[in-house]
Each structure stands twice: as structure tokens, then as C-alpha cells.
């Protein structure tokens, strides 16, 4: 004599779980030009408490659908519940096992969104499923009959003739009582985590190394994205859709940034860098021009034409660092002097205010240069002469 296996009976919290699954049997979608009938799975979630229960029709069970129907549904229930219990379908889990399965990574995305949590039934174990069933068994026999013989040529019109019977469907009385409305809005509803202010986008995936100026780079926009610097050379997930970039280092979010689409440009956050190259990284012609003036005028405006006279900004910015480094070591007055000088000069270069200062011209005035050009006038080729203007 075989041995009976027992069952156990599950009483479920408000608010606890939602059961989701996909329906056995599929409607179909008639192609207006062709009259070939298209399949239509049709996805069916009910919440554990109250069993109110939604259903909608997709082209497919692929990610992109399925996610959408998830959060299709957590809109119509109007909240989340604390826990998500799919099938093991591969949209949902990646490895199914009985003690560690392992979710899809798009999935566990969603349910972070969403603040829930992902439980996926055992394999073979359809007991843990049972309540969902139930209601597809429910939604053969109340809407499926409905929709018998009607045909729908666009999957926009096969949904709009299944809402009405959804809701009638909820508001059928269960053995005579409560319907599952009622029971969802005086026992569950309250009990619901809030919707996020922003609906779940679907993202794309791409494993990424940091490089060594602490950014990724998103080849499908031939774009780099900054990280925290602390991640350097380390593998790091990049989650990206049509308005921002999400980047994950062992499932925790360690950057954010609206997308850009312009080829081999920088996105950069400041607190992404080290120090030191949160300082270069802040190098402009008007920071160098700053800098001068906290100096004297004559310093800011020497290192603003310093910039505008060289072609590539590196180059300037290299100069103008060195001609504040100066500074330090001549002091303000004599740095003043020296960028004075080179500019009645026309000359912009660190090399001349190298020149300036170690023939101690900037305390010459320059009306009173009458000495040798040959052994007291810096060298340039852009220098004409006192004699030039007299």
C-alpha cells in the first residue's frame, strides 16, 4: 500500500505575497491582413489574502513582457506586496533549486525598484503554487468563456475586453460572502507597500571593467560613465536604458547618471574622483584666470591670454600651473611684476615669465629699458625692441 503524502494548509498575511503565473491555455490575436490567428499568453496574478486577482494578455513570456506585466499589476492592485512568488519561469529565474535559485538579475532589479522580495516556487512542487492555479482554473471557466467565438485583431483590444471581466470577475461573491474585492479592499489594500514615485524601466545589462581614470565605457554609446575611484579595475555591472545608467558593484549600486548619447565624450561626477584629480579635473581657462586673480589683475588676466594664445588646452593649463608654482617661490609682487612686463611685451608663455624674473626685469619700468637688448631683453621672437617704439 502506497504511502499518502500530507498536505498542509497555508494561511496567508495580508499583504504578505502575490502569486503569479502564466495560463495554460493561450487566447489568440486574429492578424488583420492575414486573418492568421497570433497566440497571446495570458499572465495571472493573485494576491494570497483576498485573492484579487489580475490578468492581462502578452505576445510572449520573454523579459520584456513578463517585467511589464509585474508592473502592470503592482498598478492595478495599486501597491506591493512584500513578496513576489513566480513559477520558474526563466524570465523570472535563471537556476531554479529547491534551497538557492537564483534570479534573473533584470527580475531582481525590479523587485529592488519595488522594495519586495522574490520567492520562487520549488521545482515540483505545485502545492506552493496551488492558489494561482486555482485561479487560472477560475479564469478558464468565468473569462475565458466570456471571450469564446470573439475575435480582437490587436492585442490593445483583446486587453480592453478582458478588464470589464477582471473586474466583474473580482466582484463575484466568493461561496456566497465577501467577493474578493471587498476582501482586498477592507483586509489588503491598507496592508500594501507603497508604489515608488517612478514606474520600473526596463534595463539593459552589460558587464564592465573600470578603467584607470575611474570611468566604463558604454560601447553601445561609445561614451564613458564615471565610478567611484575606489573601484578602479574592478567589474562592475552597468544597467542602462533610454534615460539613465545605473552601476552596480556585488549587487550594490555605487553610481547614477542620466544617459548620454554623444560619441567618445565624459560623463563625470566630482565625488567620483580622487583628490588629486578632482582638482584637475576642475582645470578651465577660467579656473586658471581665478587662481591669477587671487593673486593680483595682472596675474589673472596674464594667465587668461596665456590660454587664449595657446592651441591645445593641456599645454595651457601646464603652463598656467607652472606660473602659479612661481609664485609661491617669488612671491606676489614679483610674479605681479613679471606678467606686467611680458604683457607690455605681447608675450603669453611660462617661458618668458621665467626669463622676466631671472634678469629681474619685472622691477625695471619699461620706459626706462635703455640697456642692451642683447644682454638684458628677454629672447623671443615676438619681442621688437624698446627701439622698435621710439
Same mark, same amino acid.
Given at each position: ?102 534570479i534573473n538579475e533584470t527580475f531582481e532589479t525590479f ?88 514606474? =520600473?524601466?526596463?534595463?539593459? #545589462? /552589460? !558587464? ?7 570611468? @566604463? $565605457? ?12 575606489? =573601484?578602479?579595475?574592478?567589474? #562592475? /555591472? !552597468? ?7 545605473? @552601476? $552596480? ?29 578632482? $582638482? ?111
Open positions: 500500500m502506497g504511502r499518502q503524502s500530507l498536505t498542509m494548509h497555508f494561511d496567508h498575511p495580508a499583504g504578505e505575497k502575490v502569486f503569479i503565473d502564466y495560463a495554460g491555455k493561450k487566447l489568440h490575436v486574429t492578424d488583420p491582413d492575414t486573418g492568421e490567428y497570433v497566440p497571446a499568453e495570458v499572465f495571472v496574478a493573485t494576491l494570497g489574502c483576498s485573492q484579487y486577482t489580475y490578468v492581462e494578455a502578452t505576445y510572449s513570456q520573454k523579459k520584456p513582457d513578463f517585467i511589464q506585466s509585474c508592473r502592470r499589476m503592482l498598478e492595478f492592485f495599486g501597491g506591493v506586496p512584500r513578496v513576489i512568488v513566480p513559477d520558474n519561469l526563466r524570465s523570472a529565474v535563471t537556476k531554479g533549486s529547491k534551497y538557492s535559485p537564483v523587485a529592488e525598484h519595488y522594495n519586495t522580495t522574490i520567492l520562487p516556487t520549488r521545482p515540483r512542487q505545485p502545492r506552493e503554487k496551488s492558489l494561482v492555479e486555482g485561479a487560472v482554473r477560475q479564469v478558464y471557466q468565468r473569462i475565458y468563456t466570456e471571450l469564446h467565438g470573439k475575435v480582437f485583431l490587436s492585442l490593445e483590444s483583446l486587453n480592453q475586453a478582458l478588464a470589464p471581466l477582471v473586474n466583474k470577475y473580482n466582484d463575484y461573491a466568493l461561496r456566497g460572502e465577501e467577493s474578493r474585492r471587498e476582501q482586498f479592499e477592507t483586509l489588503e489594500r491598507s496592508t500594501l507597500l507603497a508604489l515608488p514615485e517612478l514606474p =520600473y524601466l526596463l534595463m539593459s #545589462v /552589460k !558587464v564592465c571593467t573600470v578603467m584607470k581614470n575611474t570611468h @566604463i $565605457y558604454l560601447g553601445e554609446d561609445k561614451h564613458y560613465y564615471s565610478v567611484p575611484h575606489q =573601484y578602479m579595475g574592478k567589474k #562592475v /555591472k !552597468v544597467l542602462y536604458n533610454d534615460n539613465r545608467v545605473e @552601476i $552596480y558593484h556585488h549587487y550594490h549600486p555605487i553610481a547614477k547618471h542620466s544617459r548620454d548619447l554623444r560619441k567618445h565624450k565624459y560623463t563625470t561626477s566630482q565625488e567620483h574622483l580622487a583628490g588629486n584629480h578632482q $582638482y584637475v579635473s576642475g582645470w578651465s581657462s577660467e579656473f586658471f584666470a581665478g587662481e591669477g586673480n587671487k593673486i593680483s589683475p595682472e596675474v589673472g588676466t596674464f594667465l587668461a591670454k596665456l590660454m587664449e594664445a595657446i592651441p591645445h588646452p593641456e599645454q595651457g593649463y601646464r603652463s598656467c600651473l607652472g606660473i602659479l608654482n612661481l609664485s609661491r617661490k617669488a612671491g606676489p609682487q614679483r610674479i605681479s611684476g613679471a606678467c606686467k612686463r611680458a604683457a607690455e611685451y605681447g608675450v603669453y608663455t611660462y617661458s618668458m615669465i621665467m626669463q622676466i624674473l631671472s634678469k629681474n626685469l619685472d622691477s625695471i619700468p619699461f620706459a626706462d629699458e635703455q640697456l642692451d637688448e642683447s644682454s638684458q631683453m628677454p629672447e623671443h621672437h615676438n619681442i621688437r625692441g624698446n627701439k622698435y617704439f621710439s
